[in-house]
């Protein structure tokens, strides 16, 4: 039985329909007829037409005698050797290359593509083929090469997947190969056993698709979500085409009558667009089916329109949303926040007065180029500029954050079963957040991360020192999740001895932050043990306080006053309140309570203002002489080793005596302190409290407050 015949075919016109929809790049367009030919030294062999013709849509003024030769050696390399489908092996990089032709890789991608398998699989070395064709295809041919052909035993794929995973951070190119060669070999592969069939596809669904989705590659990713979901599916995939096959024999088709709508709307407002039908792939309106259930005729595919340049894209919105009747639910803006793979568009959804609902997605033409063929669709990215030589320094300026992320923490992995339990749940989570720093930058998280993910996103391992977060202006611990569009401070200590704690682990999501903490844990084996004992050594004051401590609320912050105050009430004594243990230089005010005595209280005090509603009248009160004063203070921290010895020597520094302290178990890596301290100068107290603040792990010091008066 031929590839063919146990294959699908992607999603594209079916008869009697052509008029109503338009395909996507048709990547299968490669017939066998075209692969073969006779070869003339000095002029293009007929084998390669198709290629030739595909490539010169893209570069139209492209040199195409490097093709020839490439052809020439492939073809020479390789002959006598045959496919187990039973053609000749020249058949498969002609389709690779035709692969890559289609979605507009440059002349060097196509030539180190005709030549992808000839030094693993002849006679042709490397030093041969860099020889022939230069240094830059000699690159991409050792790229390829060195990934090796993949055993796909459960051993042999994590050793495998990491040498991908590096030729792909060293050129992209490599990967868009890479990528091309599975397809064709995936449309070929009705040869094999079906259990072969069954764990090629896996590895296709669990790897490779989600890298083709990270490069933005959208054209190989859907067929090849295709023909994995035939393998794997075969029923639903054949339940699935039956509607698609039931949807095009319709007489009616509402999609190409709100088509039609939409170039009437945009004729009127003047702005010059092409309004198209793309058709869904299998795998896509299988997931609207089960998200919708039964599906209507609009269903099956969605709008695209093209403008020329990015404004038009908004009018292009805003004559939709005037017009017609928009979902907003719907729209989304990858625009002005493209997604992590480079993807732009504007997607949008309008609805008829029938029920009937069309996606709509707007973009430039040269955004529907990148959204098609993604990185491929860029060219050369590493060619310098003619006035920036980079000294044959590879440079990669399009190469997308999350590559950038796994080429460092893959180095890291301490072993291949690690990496590729690690590898395959970061490619499981196929959508990205932003979020911004205080300093304007940005990060580019998975959904899901954490301000653990945060801090080894932006520092590496020297987020082991990280002690909190700020998310949005307000203190969070580093367990919170992050939302898209979140502002995160992260709150990093001084102290060299800092250490990530083993909870971490359960708030971290990206492999870089689990890897660093994992290696650092491995590395101190000796910390588990000290974690147990950490809230023993946050409770230890390591000076001994001048008094035994004593609680707050026991008159810790109260003092003798008599000295202190003077109260305009003939007889009457003073009393601090303890509510807002005022001390000089407050601006203090007092009220009469029963036996003779006044409170006296900060005048910003929130009992002042309950008490003045209430009608009591306030006793003049000022302070008297004496510099002195004892006032106790609360202070947030995040808990590390040394912090309380750090924080006692700040006050010690600042002439501070601690009457009394105490020190609260950890929360969720929050600690709670209390001092009272005796200050030889009332003066004093906004410079001890600054002082402490600068403790790395405090972030917020204040007066003690109690309720009541």
């Not at 030294?41 to 003024?61: C, F, K, N, T, W």
Request: hydrophobic share 40%; glycine share 8%; charged share 25%.
């Amino acid at each position: 039985m031929s590839a063919e015949a146990t294959n699908p075919a992607t999603p594209g016109p079916v008869a009697g329909s052509a008029a109503r929809w338009r395909a996507r790049i048709d990547l299968r367009r490669l017939g066998r007829a075209a692969l073969l030919g006779p070869t003339a030294r000095d002029r293009l062999p007929s084998a390669i037409s198709h290629v030739v013709d595909a490539h010169r849509a893209h570069y139209p003024g492209a040199d195409l005698e490097p093709l020839r030769r490439a052809y020439v050696l492939a073809e020479s390399s390789h002959r006598g050797q045959m496919r187990k489908s039973g053609e000749p092996y020249i058949t498969h990089p002609l389709a690779v290359t035709l692969i890559l032709a289609e979605l507009g890789a440059e002349t060097t991608t196509l030539t180190a593509s005709l030549l992808h398998d000839t030094v693993e699989d002849t006679d042709v070395t490397l030093d041969q083929v860099g020889e022939e064709f230069g240094a830059e295809v000699r690159y991409l041919v050792d790229g390829v090469t060195k990934l090796e052909k993949v055993d796909y035993g459960a051993a042999a794929e994590p050793e495998t997947f990491r040498k991908m995973l590096v030729a792909t951070g060293s050129d992209v190119r490599v990967m868009s190969i890479k990528l091309a060669d599975r397809l064709h070999n995936m449309r070929t592969l009705g040869v094999m056993r079906p259990e072969k069939q069954a764990r090629i596809a896996k590895v296709t669904r669990d790897v490779l698709i989600p890298l083709a989705e990270r490069l933005g590659v959208q054209a190989l990713k859907t067929e090849l979500e295709d023909l994995v979901f035939a393998i794997l599916h075969p029923e639903e995939y054949e339940y699935t085409r039956e509607l698609i096959v039931d949807n095009a024999s319709r007489a009616d088709d509402p999609l190409a009558d709100i088509a039609d709508e939409v170039r009437g709307v945009l004729r009127e407002a003047g702005i010059q667009a092409e309004v198209l039908i793309r058709p869904r792939h299998f795998v896509s309106v299988h997931r609207v089916a089960r998200k919708r259930g039964e599906l209507r005729g609009a269903d099956f595919g969605r709008l695209l329109v093209l403008v020329n340049e990015d404004a038009d894209c908004y009018g292009v919105l805003g004559e939709l949303h005037t017009c017609m009747t928009p979902v907003v639910s719907e729209f989304k803006d990858f625009i002005a926040v493209p997604k992590f793979n480079l993807y732009q568009s504007l997607h949008t959804a309008v609805a008829r007065a029938d029920g009937q609902v069309a996606e709509v997605l707007i973009r430039t033409y040269q955004m529907h180029k990148v959204a098609e063929a993604g990185v491929i669709a860029l060219g050369n990215p590493y060619a310098p500029a003619p006035d920036d030589p980079t000294d044959g320094e590879r440079v990669d300026p399009t190469r997308p954050g999350w590559l950038s992320r796994l080429l460092d923490w893959q180095e890291g992995a301490p072993d291949p079963d690690t990496f590729w339990s690690t590898l395959r749940e970061d490619l499981a989570q196929d959508r990205e957040i932003t979020v911004f720093r205080p300093d304007g930058g940005t990060l580019g998280l998975p959904e899901g991360a954490s301000c653990v993910d945060a801090a080894y996103a932006q520092y590496g391992e020297d987020a082991h020192a990280c002690i909190g977060a700020r998310v949005n202006g307000r203190l969070a611990t580093l367990s919170t999740v992050l939302r898209d569009g979140d502002t995160v401070q992260l709150l990093m200590g001084q102290d060299p001895a800092s250490e990530p704690s083993r909870e971490w682990l359960e708030h971290a999501h990206t492999p870089a932050a689990r890897i660093a903490i994992q290696r650092w844990l491995a590395a101190h084996p000796a910390h588990d043990d000290a974690q147990e004992s950490e809230p023993e050594r946050l409770l230890e004051i390591e000076e001994a306080p001048a008094t035994a401590p004593r609680p707050v609320g026991e008159g810790a912050a109260l003092r003798s006053t008599t000295d202190d105050i003077v109260v305009d009430r003939p007889g009457a004594t003073a009393r601090l309140a303890g509510c807002c243990t005022p001390v000089p230089p407050d601006e203090v005010t007092g009220f009469a309570v029963r036996g003779g005595v006044v409170t006296v209280h900060r005048v910003e005090c929130a009992a002042v203002e309950r008490m003045k509603s209430a009608g009591r009248p306030e006793v003049g009160v000022r302070w008297g002489d004496t510099t002195e004063c004892r006032v106790t203070l609360h202070a947030e921290s995040f808990g590390r080793p040394h912090l309380l010895a750090d924080l006692t020597e700040a006050m010690a520094l600042e002439g501070a005596e601690i009457v009394s302290a105490t020190v609260e178990p950890p929360t969720q890596q929050r600690v709670r302190h209390t001092y009272t301290v005796q200050l030889p100068d009332a003066a004093h107290l906004p410079a001890l409290m600054r002082a402490m603040r600068n403790v790395p792990g405090v972030y917020d010091v204040n007066r003690a407050q109690t309720s009541g008066a």
